[in-house]
């Protein structure tokens, strides 16, 4: 190889270095604010995990966002406040808030909102209701609340009430009801970090790389097409599979609502059940777009099953429950965070607040 040629090439290399170092200085800038959840997992062998303790999340800007305290959840130690009304929250990340600043998840908005409510959010990425369930148990005598809110996101929560490693589960054979995996036998949480998580995670080009895949179907297509990204494979076959397909099982979700609701009633607690939709039952103009794109049958998919269906149980069981879906669609504010994050807002949170405290105020009344 000619000298000559070994200097362009040593120069189109640096170039391209500098370009992606620029990029990732400026794009912060330019880019929504996101959390980082490396390292804030810590093993439960009751629930498989937790909330590291006294661990401090940062956002892109460094600035501290939020701490995680001694107890293993978000925000100042909570107890029980005679004189007030105590409602505890059982949820996943979206309980969690971790895309979030302090003061403006929906527990903190009810709060500030309600000076006699004492809001005690016990939110954890990840958990399904099965894990909600058993921490209910664990903390009841604790906080002893008067109010227990359970929130339910469609998209996912049905399958991480399925069996899964690393966490405990329930399952009905021959209709007897069964907890599994309780203690856990084996933890998911690793101290080894890899290389997707340590450098890509923290990257602000791969960031932009994936909300842009993100929101294209056609990009998502090519990517099917090439074997390239996550979940891309069997895309129709797997999507089939989902909350919103026809054959959508929900018996054991269900099973473990009822579970709970029994247990509550027994403790003379009440019982509220949240459904929060996802961004596309919202806004679907996307899912159908991406349903389009690789040729799925439309009429495959009900958006409102999971509602439905729900609704429909909790109804039958005589549950109290919220269903936000019409709220959302309703309003013309942007209440999710953009893909590939896709949780809920400040504007989102501000929903869940109104709702869950107008349904209390009716029960107190």
């Not at 600043?101 to 909102?113: P, Y």
Request: aromatic fraction near 10%; include cysteine; charge should be negative.
């Amino acid at each position: 190889m000619r000298k000559e040629t070994k200097i362009n090439l040593i120069l189109l290399g640096g170039t391209i270095i500098l370009c992606v170092i620029l990029l990732e200085m400026t794009l912060p800038f330019f880019l929504p604010l996101h959390y980082d959840t490396v390292g804030i997992y810590a093993t439960d062998n009751q629930l498989g995990w937790g909330l590291k303790t006294e661990t401090e999340l940062q956002n892109d800007l460094g600035k501290n966002e939020f701490a995680i305290n001694e107890e293993g959840y978000r925000g100042p130690i909570k107890e029980h406040q005679e004189g007030k009304t105590n409602i505890l929250v059982l949820a996943d990340s979206f309980g969690f808030g971790g895309a979030l600043n302090v003061g403006e998840r929906f527990s903190e908005q009810m709060e500030t909102e309600n000076i006699d409510f004492n809001v005690i959010n016990l939110g954890v990425g990840g958990y399904g209701t099965d894990q909600e369930r058993l921490l209910y148990t664990k903390v009841k005598e604790k906080y002893n609340p008067e109010i227990v809110i359970l929130l339910l996101y469609t998209e996912n929560d049905f399958s991480d009430n399925k069996k899964k490693e690393g966490k405990p589960y329930y399952t009905i054979t021959n209709n007897e009801f069964t907890l599994n995996n309780y203690p856990i036998q084996e933890s998911v949480i690793s101290e080894t970090k890899s290389f997707k998580k340590t450098i890509l995670k923290k990257s602000e080009l791969y960031r932009l790389i994936t909300t842009i895949v993100s929101n294209n179907p056609q990009v998502d297509k090519i990517a099917q097409r090439l074997n390239l990204g996550e979940g891309h494979s069997n895309y129709c076959k797997d999507l089939n599979k989902n909350v919103f397909a026809k054959e959508m099982d929900t018996k054991i979700t269900t099973a473990i609502i009822e579970d709970l609701a029994k247990e509550v009633i027994k403790d003379k607690k009440t019982l509220i059940v949240g459904i929060i939709p996802a961004d596309y039952q919202v806004q679907p103009k996307r899912f159908w777009k991406s349903i389009e794109a690789f040729g799925c049958n439309k009429e495959d998919f009900d958006l409102e099953k999971p509602n439905k269906i729900l609704g429909a149980f909790l109804k039958e069981k005589e549950i109290l429950f919220i269903d936000f879906l019409p709220e959302f669609k309703q309003t013309e504010e942007d209440t999710y965070i953009p893909a590939p994050d896709r949780h809920l807002n400040k504007e989102g949170n501000k929903i869940l607040a109104k709702k869950i405290t107008e349904k209390i105020r009716t029960i107190l009344q």
